[in-house]
C-alpha cells in the first residue's frame, strides 16, 4: 500500500449532535457530506467515488447529486469506514477515482428514517446465545469482561475509571454529551445494565453524522484545509458470534488489523502521538491497549487508572471524549477518524500538542471485525 500519497481534505461531522430530531437518517448523511464538501471547497460534481454504511450508496449518491465512477457498500459495523478509508486509498491509487466521499448518519436516538436496530441475526446466534439471554450489545458484547476479569484480576473500579478519564477530555469539549465530573463512585452506583457494566460503562446513543474526502496528495496541495495523509491501515473479520471468541480475554482482531497497519505505515508504538480505540463499553480500550500491544497482559486497567491516558498523560486516548461521553449513535468508528484529523490539523477542542502521527482503532460487531488506520499530518 502506498504511504502518504492519499490525502483527506475534507472532513466534517452534522451541524447538531446528539438529540436531533430535525433530520433522517439518510439527513444526517447529506448533511454532514456537504459540512465535508464545504470544509473541502469542493461540490458535489468534484466527486466521483462514494463509500457509505447504514444506508447503501446509491440512496446517498442520489440524494447528493453525485454520480460516482467507484463505489464501497462494505458493511462491518462500526468500523465500516475505516474500512471504506483504506479501500478508498487504493481505489485513488489504482485512478478508479480522484475525489472519494465517506459518509456515516444514523438516527440511533430518535429513529427518524430507519427502522432501528437490526441485529443481523445469525443461525449461531438463535442457537447459542439468543436463547440464554444474549439479546442485545449489552448482554453480548460484555460477555467476555467476566472472563477477564477472572484471568487477569482486572476489577470493576478499573473498568470505571476508562468512563472517569474519558470524561476528562469531554469536558474540554463543547459538543460531547456528557461534560460534568463524575467519580468512581458515580460509575459504580448507575444502573446495572449487564454485570459487571453499569450504565455508564455503556456508550451513549445520539443522533449524528460526519463525513470525510480523500484525494491524491499531489491535488491535496491546492486545497483550503491541511492535508492528513494515510500512512497505512489493516482490517479484518474473524468471528460470528461472541461467544464462538477463541480465547474471552484477547481482542484478537485489534491485534490482526493494528499489526498490519504498523507495517504498512512504517512505525512502531513509540512513534504514535495520539490514540484512538472504539468504546462501545468501557472494557474495550483496555481490550484494545494490550492487542495493539502499549501494554502486557492484564496490565491496561492501571495504565489508565494511573492516567498515561488522561489529559497530560503520556498516550492521550480517545480525546473527544469517546462513545462513552461524547457521541454514540450505534456505529462510532466515523468519529475515530474526525477525532484524528482535528488533532492532526490542530483544531481539536481538546488539542494534544505536536501530533504528528494520530491511530484509529475500529471495532465492527461484538468483536467481529476491525479496522485500523494510520495517519500523519507530515508529507
Sequence with gaps: MPKNKVAIVGAAETSEIGVVETMSQVQLHCNAALRAMNDAGLTAKDIDGIASAEEVPWTIAAALGITPTWVDGTDVGGCAYIHHLRHAVAAIEAGHAKTIL????????????????DMKYTDN??????????TMPPTMFTLPVRRYMYETGLTKEHLAW?????????????????RDPVTIEDVLNSTMIADPITKLMCCLVTDAGGAIILTSAERAKDMPQK???????????????????????FAE?????????????????????????????????????EALGFVGRGEAGDFIAEGNTAPGGRLPLN?????LCYTHPGRYGMFILQE?????????PAQVDNVEISVAQGVGG???????????NVA
Design 366 to 376: 461484538m468483536f467481529f471485525a476491525a479496522a485500523t488506520a494510520v495517519l500523519t
Design 125 to 134: 446466534h438463535r442457537q447459542f446465545e439468543l436463547p440464554y439471554g444474549a
Design 162 to 178: 476508562v468512563h472517569v478519564r474519558q470524561r476528562e477530555w469531554a469536558a474540554k469539549n463543547p459538543r460531547a454529551m456528557l
Design 253 to 289: 482482531v485489534f491485534s490482526v488489523s493494528s499489526k498490519k497497519a504498523f507495517q504498512e505505515a512504517g512505525i512502531t508504538l513509540d512513534d504514535i502521538d495520539h490514540l484512538m480505540i472504539y468504546d462501545a463499553f468501557s472494557h474495550l480500550p483496555i481490550y484494545g491497549l
Design 319 to 323: 480525546t473527544n471524549g469517546g462513545g
Design 102 to 117: 465517506i459518509t456515516h448518519g444514523e438516527s440511533g436516538r430518535s429513529k427518524i428514517g430507519t427502522t432501528g436496530m
Design 340 to 348: 484524528c484529523i482535528r488533532q492532526l490539523r490542530g483544531t481539536a
Design 227 to 249: 492535508p492528513v495523509y494515510f500512512m497505512g491501515g489493516g482490517e479484518t473479520a474473524l468471528l460470528n458470534n461472541v461467544s464462538q471468541m477463541p480465547d474471552f480475554t
